[in-house]
Every structure is written in structure tokens, then in C-alpha cells.
């Protein structure tokens, strides 16, 4: 099983910019499609980007497209998530979560298809 491990996240003024990162131990990363999600109060959580388990292919909520992006490094066993020009509205706390796929190039989005989850990263954005 992976363990997953957010760092990144802290507070922002609106515009801003931060780099999530999520380091995994226990497996290689590679066996996995990724996901970014982010849970604000009071609200479902919901996935904001993914990523195939080549990195050849991603996804992106219409919310967030433009201003985020996802990568990975599976050498590293990370996977990052960039997000720029950053509004109030997306103060959450931001997780990462891990898909098994046998696919290189398959990739999810939603919560219920994933099998493991970091513990979140708040990020707080100021206006």
C-alpha cells in the first residue's frame, strides 16, 4: 500500500501563487493514475486535476483550467500540483489521492474511484 504525504499548502493573497507536493513511500508511484481534490467547509470535495500514470494526459476542472497544473515525477515518486493566479474562493484543504490502474493512459475523477488519500494540505487564500 502507498502512503501519501501533501506539503505545500499555507496562506496566499489572492493572485498568488503555490506548488503542492505529494510524496509517496511503500510503492512506486507509477503503478498509479493521481488526482488533486479539494474539500472547502461545507462543501463536497472535488477533484480539481489528474493525471495518467505516464503523465502523457491530464485533467483539469473548468474552474482551474489555465491557472493549474499537474505533473509527476515518477522517478521521484511525486506528483506536483502548480496553481496560479489563486482566488478566496479556493481556500480548501487540497488532498491527493491515488487510482491503481494496469492503464498507462486511463485516469479518473471521481472521489469513490480512488484507493488511497493523503492527509490534505490547507491553503488559504486572502482577499
Known amino acids: 500500500q502507498v502512503q501519501l504525504v501533501e506539503s505545500g499548502g499555507g496562506l496566499v493573497q489572492a493572485g498568488g501563487s503555490l506548488r503542492l507536493t505529494c510524496a509517496a513511500s511503500?510503492?512506486?508511484?507509477?503503478?498509479?493514475?493521481m488526482g488533486w481534490f479539494r474539500q472547502a467547509p461545507g462543501k463536497e470535495r472535488e477533484c480539481v486535476a489528474a493525471?495518467?500514470?505516464?503523465?502523457?494526459?491530464?485533467y483539469y476542472a473548468d474552474s482551474v483550467k489555465g491557472r493549474f497544473t499537474i505533473s509527476r515525477d515518477n522517478a521521484k515518486n511525486t506528483v506536483y500540483l502548480q496553481m496560479n493566479s489563486l482566488k478566496p474562493e479556493e481556500t480548501a484543504v487540497y488532498y491527493c489521492?491515488?487510482?491503481?490502474?494496469?492503464?498507462?493512459?486511463?485516469?479518473?475523477?471521481?472521489?469513490?474511484?480512488?484507493?488511497?488519500w493523503g492527509q490534505g494540505t490547507q491553503v488559504t487564500v486572502s482577499s
Open positions: 489521492a491515488a487510482d491503481f490502474t494496469t492503464s498507462w493512459e486511463s485516469m479518473r475523477m471521481r472521489e469513490r474511484d480512488y484507493d488511497m
Open positions: 511503500g510503492r512506486t508511484l507509477s503503478n498509479y493514475a
Open positions: 493525471i495518467t500514470r505516464s503523465g502523457g494526459s491530464t
